[in-house]
């Protein structure tokens, strides 16, 4: 398998992930975001808008990133700390 799983226990191991029954590592999620070409904290999200916002918000440029933050910060009413 792409993420370097076994074939054989493949779907076992990933419901078990599902169902919270283990925790993968953190090489396996990295490995898997980049099977599903997604960012790692991707698969952390807690709910739809946030995964959807990290997702959007890895496409952009390193200016874009830094602009979309300040934007965020500023709608949130947190003062812009001005380092990434």
């Given at each position: 398998?792409?993420?370097?799983?076994?074939?054989?226990?493949?779907?076992?191991?990933?419901?078990?992930?599902?169902?919270?029954?283990?925790?993968?590592?953190?090489?396996?999620v990295?490995e898997?975001?980049?099977?599903?070409?997604?960012?790692?904290?991707?698969?952390?999200?807690?709910?739809d808008?946030?995964?959807?916002?990290?997702?959007?918000?890895?496409?952009?440029?390193?200016?874009?990133?830094?602009?979309?933050?300040?934007?965020?910060?500023?709608?949130?009413?947190?003062?812009?700390?001005?380092?990434?």
């Amino acid at each position: 398998m792409e993420a370097g799983l076994d074939l054989m226990s493949a779907s076992a191991r990933m419901n078990r992930y599902e169902t919270g029954a283990r925790v993968p590592n953190f090489a396996l999620v990295e490995e898997l975001a980049k099977v599903l070409n997604v960012p790692t904290p991707y698969l952390y999200a807690a709910d739809d808008s946030m995964a959807r916002m990290i997702v959007a918000f890895g496409m952009l440029s390193e200016d874009e990133k830094r602009a979309a933050l300040e934007f965020v910060e500023r709608a949130a009413g947190i003062a812009s700390s001005g380092s990434p």
